[in-house]
Structures are given as C-alpha cells and as structure tokens.
C-alpha cells in the first residue's frame, strides 16, 4: 500500500456518508459551536475509536509489527544484494531502457542518425561539441529509478515514515493532530479549512504526507545530485496533489454559489481556450491585457537601423541635457522582447538611464520564422557589429558600453570574444544581468540535462525551423508549480476568474523563437563549456578566448534565481582576466534586474573582494539598502566619458530615424 492509498483508507468516506455528516451537523438555526458539535459527533460515529483500550492495543500491535517487517526486509535486501551482486546503477539503466521499449520503438532522437542543423559552407562552425562528453543531468525515469532502486535498499527509510504518516492519520480522525500549514503557505487560507472537521482533516492528512514523503527523500543515501531530483520530483508531486486544486476547494464552491454557477461555465471555457491556444497550460495574463506601444513600452525614440535581423532604437534625450560621450547598448535575450527594459514609466530601465546622462540604445529582436532557420550565433554577431558601428557614427563616439542579459548576455560575449580577435575595439566596458556562461546541475533544469535530451531538443528544433519561446516559458513554469501553474489553476478554472493583469508577466508570456541554428550553436556553447576553453569556441573564423578581453566587467545575480543560479553568475571572474564588479540583487530571474529606486525594502549586496567561494563572498559583503541600479549608474558614468550636450534630434544625415519607437519588430506576428 502507497502513500495515497493509506490516505485514501484512512480517511475516505463515501458521498453518502459525507452528505449525512454535514447534514447532521448542521441543524436549521444551530449556533456555530453546536453545529460543530454535532458534526464532531456524527463523525465520531463513523470511525473506529481508538480512544477504547481494545482499539488502541490493536493499534499498537499493529505498528510494532510494521518495525518487526522493517527489519525483516532490511536483511532481506541485503542478502539480494550479496547473493546476486545487486548493482543500483545497472537497475537504473534497466529501468529507463524498459520504459523507453516499452512501446516496442526508441525515440528517435536517440538513434545514432547524425544530428545538427545545416549551414551554409562559407559560414564557420561555431564551436565542435565532443559527442562522448557526458552530461552530468539524469532523465525523470532515471531519477525516479534512484529513488525507488535506494528505498529497496533501505527499506526501513520508507517504513518508518510510512509508520509516521499512519501515527499522524490517527491523530487527525481524532482532532488531535496539530499540523498546520507554514505562514507563507496562502493556498489553505479560507476559514473554511480550518474550521470545517472534514477540511481540515483533508488538509491535514496531505500535510502529513508532505511532510513524510519529504523526510523519506531526506534520509535515503543519496548523493547531493540525485537527493535534489528526488526533491523536485516530490516538489511536483506534492503540489499537483494539493487539495486546494480539486473543484470542492471552498473557494470554489463559495464562488460557484454566489454566482449561480457561472463561475464554473467560466472555467470549462478557460480550460477550452487554453487547450487551444496555450498548448493545455493555465494562462498567466490576458493576451489583451496591454497595447505594446501604448500602455508598455513608451518611452520617445525612433528606430534609426533595421536590418532583417534586428532593429536598433534609440531613445529622445531631455533638451539641454548633458549626457556622457559613450552611449550604453541594452542586448535583451533573443526568446524575449526588449520592453523588459521599458515596460511602465515607473520600473523602466530605459528612462533611469536617461535620467542619469546615460544615452540609451536598445536592440529589438525580430521573432524569426521557419524560413530564418539558418539564422546562427555567426549571424547574430555580424548584426550586431553592424549596430555598435551605426551607434558611433550617430553619437561620435568610438566606443560604446554594453550591457545584456540572460541569453542576450551569451551572445554578447561571443562578440566580445570576436571583436578583440578582430582587433576591433568598439566596446569600453560590459555589464551582464543574471547571466552564467557555464552550464552543470546547479540548477533545476541542469540537474534533468541529458544528451537524449539535447539532442531532441536540436532535433525538434531542426524539423520545424525554431525552438518556441512559448514551450520553453512552460517549461520554466513547472520549476516553480505552485506559484505558476497550480495557482492560475485555481483562479482560472476553479474559480472561473480572469487571468491577473501584470506587465511583467504579460511580457513573459509575449515570448518569441529562437532560431534553429541559433538554438544549436547556444547547445554546443554549453555542452561543451566553451567559454572555459580557449580557442574552443569559433565565431566567424575567429578562435574565441574570452580570457583576452581586457575591459570592465559589472555582473548582477539573483539570490533567487532559479534559471540562472547567483553563483554560476559569480564565476564569470574566473573565466575573464579583467577587473570585474559583482553585484547581488535580492529576486528572482526577471525581477532582480527590476528594481527600480523607490521600492520598499530593497536590498543588494556589494564586496570589492572577489572570492572564488560564492558563500564567503557573500559572508563579508556589505548590505546596500536601496535599488542597485543606483550603484550602476555611478559604474557607468565613471567609464562614460566626456560630458556633452544632449543630442536635439534622433539618428543622423546617414542614419535617419525609420519609424518611431518601439518600432516594427516588436509587434510583428509571425506564423
């Protein structure tokens, strides 16, 4: 019997049964302490009462029998073990290799067909990814194999939790049991589940098991790897099983009530327009909820270069202000659009810059079809070469600062690579955001990388032209299920509501594709850690090492970051030769770059002592109350340059503004 099922033989009760205990216990005008009275008493009548002296030797007996098989089966496995020279590695694979023929035919993206993506001859490879080099990531069957293969192994891990939940079960069909749910848990809320003895007993019963299915994974032997895929698969689990997601969540009910049922036809039409237009998932926010142009991204400027590839804009200065001689390149990852970087007056990037002196430049991504497959890292370098060179013809400078983030921070370091083999100095300094130039299992999706996987994903991407920014942000959704699938779960279906209205989530969800060469180049770079590797990476026939840049470097990390782990960011340092400024910020992925002067309680974390040891770092730093784009500013001003007057006009005689901002690209729809 598993975990569910003793739930379900602890605790079930029949409609019949259920609809006589709320009935009984709820007399017309009863006042609330007797009608809680007679529902405690109803039920008492349903179940076994333990309270009895009989009752409770059985019970007793019963789990002193438990301990008795738990030593049993301990020995047992043993002697399976010495008896048949058990190897937990050779039953994992046996396990994955049974649930991959299962249907009598492999993947075909584990074939040993050649893989890759077709280029032109006259482009030069990226990087060569060594076929045998292993990934340290292990597939969900594999996982979930360690995991069981281990509790054979030590049997009496599961037994005695499983004797815990049962105790625990006891104490809850007897109103005894004190679990509750931990503060910053807002799914049990509703007085509902405390006050009501059935509620409550669902909610305890599944907190117990929570609780012990977590104290099960803790305790087994596992190494640090595996003990954090284990965690996550429970983390999956656990919150796909809470009972605040079934349609009798009192919310739900209240609200289906109260609305005569509405809300409940509300939700089957969510549920139908998700399937077809947000491949199943809970939609995030409305896709009409803002006008990009309009409501998002308003800052003045004017595209003053459009190739097919990217736009650049550049943003209208105050009159008579004067602004530093080096303008800043903003670079935002190619899977999303750059009003991240401008999304409201109050949380734009954009305007601060412009408020502090600082010209701002920003790159708006084309969202690429499936005729641009061959669009690769080589393409998307030259483009932006061509860009940094419009900025300094317009602005008269002969440099510009860069500044990037996430993917677009890995693409602009394959530029700085090429630009100082080329010999072409056309950057001062680099600021990247939440970027980590090497790949392992520090994070969540590292710890699920596999080669299979890889390569299906190359191979997925090959066949349709490009990886879709939308499957990917689902994907990242799963990494955080409670928050952001499960709870547009409850708000969109179960309660019939409207998706919330949030610009950044709004732009989260209004991601684009990465082409497919591009989407196979960034594999390579990563699997093969290119960055680490002189001469490893290759970008249009130059040999990369990154080692050689020699200018500024400001890196900001998220303490909270859960694509981009703060100390995988940390290590960039290690990677590069030049002086480099760290910076954490206190948030997750998007939300440690928006912060904004003036949000309440915002905190960063500065050290002028670099370490290699990311907690020893963060040991002797020093706490900054406040918003870091603050301690930015002053960074960039101070490699700025001369102070000139601001620019009265947008682009130039041989650059003119093409269309206002923001521009074409970024409300193109693509098929």
């Not at 937990?88 to 649930?99: G, K, Q």
């Not at 954090?228 to 999956?236: M, V």
Request: charge should be negative; include cysteine.
């Amino acid at each position: 019997m598993n975990q569910v099922e003793a739930v379900s033989g602890v605790v079930e009760v029949s409609p019949m049964m259920m609809a006589k205990v709320v009935g009984a216990g709820r007399g017309v005008g009863d006042r609330p302490d007797v009608q809680e009275s007679k529902q405690a008493a109803c039920y008492q009548s349903l179940q076994p009462n333990l309270d009895d002296e009989p009752d409770r030797s059985n019970f007793e007996s019963s789990l002193e029998k438990l301990r008795r098989s738990s030593s049993a089966l301990n020995q047992l496995a043993k002697d399976l073990r010495v008896q048949y020279a058990f190897d937990d590695d050779t039953a994992v694979r046996a396990l994955t290799e049974d649930a991959l023929d299962s249907s009598g035919t492999r993947p075909e993206a584990l074939t040993s067909e050649p893989l890759g993506i077709n280029t032109p001859s006259s482009v030069p490879a990226v990087g060569d990814t060594d076929d045998n080099l292993a990934l340290p990531g292990k597939s969900l069957a594999q996982s979930a194999g360690r995991f069981f293969i281990q509790t054979i192994k030590q049997p009496e891990v599961f037994l005695n939790h499983y004797s815990g939940f049962v105790k625990e079960v006891s104490n809850i069909v007897r109103s005894k049991s004190t679990l509750q749910p931990e503060r910053k848990d807002k799914r049990f809320r509703d007085a509902v589940w405390r006050d009501n003895f059935l509620y409550r007993s669902v909610m305890q019963t599944y907190l117990a098991w929570d609780k012990e299915v977590a104290g099960w994974v803790e305790d087994l032997d596992l190494d640090e790897a595996d003990r954090r895929r284990s965690e996550f698969l429970h983390e999956q689990v656990s919150a796909m099983l809470s009972p605040t997601n079934s349609p009798l969540n009192p919310v739900a009910v209240k609200r289906a009530y109260q609305t005569g049922g509405k809300s409940v036809l509300s939700g089957l039409k969510h549920v139908l327009e998700d399937i077809h237009t947000n491949h199943g998932m809970p939609s995030q926010v409305r896709a009409d909820s803002y006008v990009v142009g309009k409501d998002l991204a308003q800052s003045k400027g004017a595209v003053v270069h459009r190739s097919e590839v990217l736009e650049l804009l550049q943003f209208q200065m105050d009159d008579s202000q004067s602004v530093s001689q080096r303008p800043v390149l903003i670079i935002p990852p190619q899977l999303n659009k750059y009003y991240i970087f401008d999304l409201t007056p109050k949380n734009s990037l954009v305007k601060y810059l412009q408020s502090q002196g600082v010209q701002p430049f920003v790159i708006s991504w084309r969202n690429p079809s499936q005729h641009n497959a061959q669009w690769n890292l080589d393409r998307y370098i030259f483009e932006l070469e061509k860009a940094i060179e419009v900025m300094c013809e317009i602005t008269g400078s002969d440099q510009i600062n860069l500044a990037s983030a996430c993917a677009g921070g890995i693409t602009s370091m394959a530029l700085l690579g090429y630009l100082q083999a080329a010999n072409k100095p056309l950057v001062h300094s680099h600021s990247m955001f939440v970027t980590a130039l090497q790949a392992d299992d520090s994070s969540s999706l590292g710890l699920f990388v596999t080669r299979e996987a890889v390569e299906l994903s190359r191979r997925l991407a090959s066949r349709q032209g490009y990886m879709d920014g939308k499957s990917l942000s689902h994907i990242f959704n799963w990494l955080r299920p409670t928050d952001l699938v499960w709870n547009f779960w409850i708000n969109n279906y179960l309660l019939g509501k409207e998706p919330p209205s949030m610009d950044v989530l709004y732009w989260d969800n209004d991601s684009t594709r990465l082409p497919a060469a591009l989407h196979s180049d960034f594999l390579d770079v990563f699997i093969g850690n290119a960055f680490s590797q002189p001469g490893k990476l290759k970008v249009r026939g130059y040999a990369i090492d990154i080692r050689q840049i020699t200018m500024d470097f400001y890196c900001v990390g998220g303490d909270d970051d859960y694509l981009m782990p703060w100390k995988k960011c940390f290590e960039v340092p290690d990677l590069i030769a030049s002086d480099c400024t760290l910076v954490l910020s206190t948030s997750g992925h998007i939300q440690s770059i928006l912060r904004p002067p003036g949000i309440a309680n915002t905190v960063f974390y500065t050290n002028e002592n670099h370490s290699s040891d990311a907690e020893q770092w963060l040991a002797s730093a020093q706490k900054n109350d406040g918003s870091w784009w603050c301690h930015w500013s002053q960074w960039l001003n101070e490699r700025g340059g001369d102070s000139r007057e601001a620019p009265q006009v947008l682009g130039s005689d041989k650059h003119p503004p093409l269309s206002p901002a923001p521009g074409l690209y970024v409300n193109e729809k693509v098929v």
